[in-house]
């Protein structure tokens, strides 16, 4: 079925958010670009805190292997702030005191309303590290935004 390009959220299926930003099904990319943005904007995070798709009455459950939204590109600037654009293909402005950096040098910040982790994609990424310094007095990198500096933790 996923070279027809359409994808029924079916239970049997195994669905799954992979670190790339890609959907998959029974770990199979799901190439449709339709069915990916559609599978990301009903992405609900569950009481329980797994996540589904949820659409009208259908559900399914999915596997996250690293965050549950990843940052596709960056705009904007250090005087005025930077915007992300995240898969769902929402926009909001980066919060830079959630900026830091993981495992394998993965740059992360908080988007949402500060509820979800968010991955940057390495061209998102590339666009922000334009604007980051290495700080001279510390082994700490900085971020300019406005007239505040935000030192970028490393974990």
């Known amino acids: 079925m996923p070279k027809a390009g359409f994808w029924a959220i079916d239970p049997t299926r195994k669905i799954s958010f992979g670190k790339d930003g890609c959907w998959y099904a029974n770990d199979e990319r799901i190439h449709n670009r339709r069915i990916n943005v559609l599978f990301s904007q009903h992405l609900r995070k569950t009481p329980a805190g797994t996540y ?5 009455w259908d559900r399914v459950a999915v596997e996250i292997d690293d965050t549950p939204y990843v940052i596709t590109r960056v705009s904007g600037d250090a005087e005025k702030g930077f915007t992300l654009r995240l898969n769902d ?7 830079p005191h959630t900026l830091h950096v993981g495992q394998e040098h993965v740059l992360y910040c908080r988007v949402k309303g500060n509820e979800h982790l968010a991955r940057f994609l390495r061209p998102a990424y590339y666009q922000l590290t334009a604007h980051v310094r290495e700080d001279t007095n510390t082994p700490a990198y900085l971020l300019k935004v406005g007239d505040r500096f935000f030192s970028i933790d490393v974990m």
């Open 52 to 56: 589904e798709i949820a659409i009208g």
């Open 89 to 95: 293909e929402s926009e909001e402005a980066l919060a």
